[in-house]
């Protein structure tokens, strides 16, 4: 049996996975405390874990990624409702959450 993360990690950056393709919810399942997650360069990455196991985070920053990228599009996007709630969501270099005024 594998050790699990600290339940009081605040921070998560995943970055350099080139064939990382989901993140498994079980393992996030235990993180009350995670405030922000990043994902960088992760060309494969189309999926996060489910909305319950993300409800502490504060900031989800995502570039690199272009399948998730996709996938977290505002209103439209599969991933759309695992982040709406979250209040400070950056995708390739746009601020998605709270919309950024052009």
């Not at 920053?61 to 209040?87: A, M, N, Q, T, V």
Request: net charge positive; charged share 25%; glycine share 6%.
């Amino acid at each position: 049996m594998g050790k699990a993360l600290p339940p009081s990690l605040t921070f998560i950056c995943i970055r350099e996975f080139e064939n990382l393709e989901f993140m498994c919810s079980k393992g996030f399942h235990h993180l009350t405390s995670l405030q922000e997650l990043q994902f960088s360069n992760c060309p494969k990455l189309a999926s996060l874990p489910e909305k319950d196991k993300l409800l502490s985070l504060e900031r989800l920053y995502i570039w690199g990624c272009p399948l998730l990228e996709e996938g977290c599009g505002r209103g439209k996007g599969r991933e759309w409702s695992k982040i709406s709630h979250i209040p400070f969501v950056f995708i390739q270099y746009k601020t998605v959450i709270p919309r950024q005024l052009d």
